[in-house]
């Protein structure tokens, strides 16, 4: 079966396509990206569709010694769509909770472009063909680490995590690893980050 990404929040959508004209006026944009940008300031904002939109899951470092059950019960943290045109990408996140949706973020480096490599790369993966997973976006942002996170919502097949470049030395770009591999290869990285820093750091 195909890997699944589950459909953005309406009110998400919303959120995004409300700030793509003043998006698209941004210095970055324009510099960056000036094709996307001219594209965003036409008629064509008002139904702008993203290429792909995934939910992104936020684990602190003190999560990462029981990950399992965090991740059982994880709820996105964000939605992040892709924005693409003529070759050029960037990405926009928004945070939904139950005030609504707003705009938190706009990324114009080339991370979004690894993610959706690799959720492609994944989907064409003979090996994980006959589960049935949904796709998201896992990051601990104290150790600058981001994961494809592939999970079954009917739990028959056991989550998978891979990692997306730039990785940490912890870890190998592509690589499938079950919930528990993934914890453990952090788990020094993450115990010396928690010894180095204030007592708020990895609460998240």
Do not use: C
Request: glycine letters at 4%.
């Amino acid at each position: 079966m195909a890997i699944r990404i589950p459909i953005a929040p309406t009110q998400s959508l919303d959120a995004l396509r409300s700030e793509l004209p003043s998006l698209a006026t941004r210095s970055a944009m324009t510099r960056v990206a000036p094709r996307l940008a001219a594209a965003l300031t036409s008629e064509r904002a008002a139904s702008a569709t993203p290429v792909l939109s995934y939910p992104v899951y936020t684990l602190g470092l003190n999560e990462l010694g029981n990950a399992a059950q965090r991740l059982s019960a994880a709820k996105p943290s964000l939605w992040r769509h892709v924005l693409s045109f003529d070759g050029e990408l960037v990405t926009a996140d928004t945070v939904v909770d139950s005030t609504g949706a707003k705009l938190s973020a706009l990324n114009i480096n080339s991370a979004a472009a690894a993610v959706q490599a690799a959720i492609h790369t994944l989907s064409q993966d003979g090996t994980i063909a006959s589960a049935s997973y949904e796709a998201g976006l896992l990051q601990v942002p104290a150790l600058g680490v981001r994961a494809v996170w592939l999970h079954d919502p009917a739990q028959k097949s056991p989550d998978i995590l891979v990692p997306v470049p730039p990785v940490r030395p912890e870890l190998v770009a592509g690589r499938h690893y079950t919930v528990a591999e993934f914890a453990n290869a952090l788990k020094d990285a993450a115990t010396r980050a928690l010894a180095n820093d204030d007592p708020q750091k990895g609460s998240g």
